[in-house]
């Protein structure tokens, strides 16, 4: 069994420093839950076959699985990683992340510099060659929640009801406003995956994502076809059987219209 020393972070309003941390003893399995990952913004640029990197923010995923077995979500418009199923390795101090298929991928690699905290790189290789590497360091780590997590972001009790509704086989056109067209991956939950999650049990704020002004600085303020460029508040969601981190966003009247779970 790996064993470190791991202190977890509690979760805060992004806008604060991390605060009061738990010195505990981790093993494989006690990585499992959201996690908070500070990725570089990107832009690709396609005349010189480059990346442009951005400035850092805070990425939001969440991590499933058994020993051995790990495997990744994340919530990341604007970023390298692809969205969807990526691999979780820990031996000893040191953490793997990759989002690879059998061309290439993106790979982080972190080590556990100081209690609770993982800093490393990111780079993205082809056939195993590094091509490009994040010039700024990345920190990684895992989120603790609890029903006396602070609600900073306002929103849990909407997010709760919109996921019942869901899961109710309400449409989802009369419950929420949403964009016609969403990144790949990246639809909302649907009717069958949350019913098969069982009921909430437990919504709790993790933070905000890149306002506009972040995006803006690369020079494409907002995704093709896309609506998510402005700010939305990430949750994480535990079910009966299960585990989900959101994003939301409301209106000013309080409509729904942005929605995406990892």
Known sequence: MKRLALAF???????????????????????IGPWRIGMPLWNFVQRNVSIDYGPMRDAYCRVEGRRDDLHVHCLLPRTPLKMGDGDMSLHGDAMHICWCDFIGGEHVDATQKTPGVFSGSLTVRVTGIPVFRAPSALT????????????????????AKLLAGIADGVPLSSLAQLPAKFPANADPPTAEELRGLGPVRLVAYLGHTTPPEDYAALGQPSLPGDDRAFLMQVYDVEFAKGERVCEL?????GVVNGLVCA
Request: hydrophobic letters at 40%; charged letters at 25%.
């Open 9 to 31: 972070l509690a979760a805060v309003s992004p806008l604060s420093a991390f605060a009061e941390t738990e010195t505990v003893t981790v093993t494989d399995e006690s990585l």
């Open 249 to 253: 966003r409301t209106r000013e009247d």
């Open 140 to 159: 990684a780590s895992r989120i603790v929640v609890s029903d006396s997590t602070p609600d900073a972001g306002g929103k849990s009790a909407v997010l």
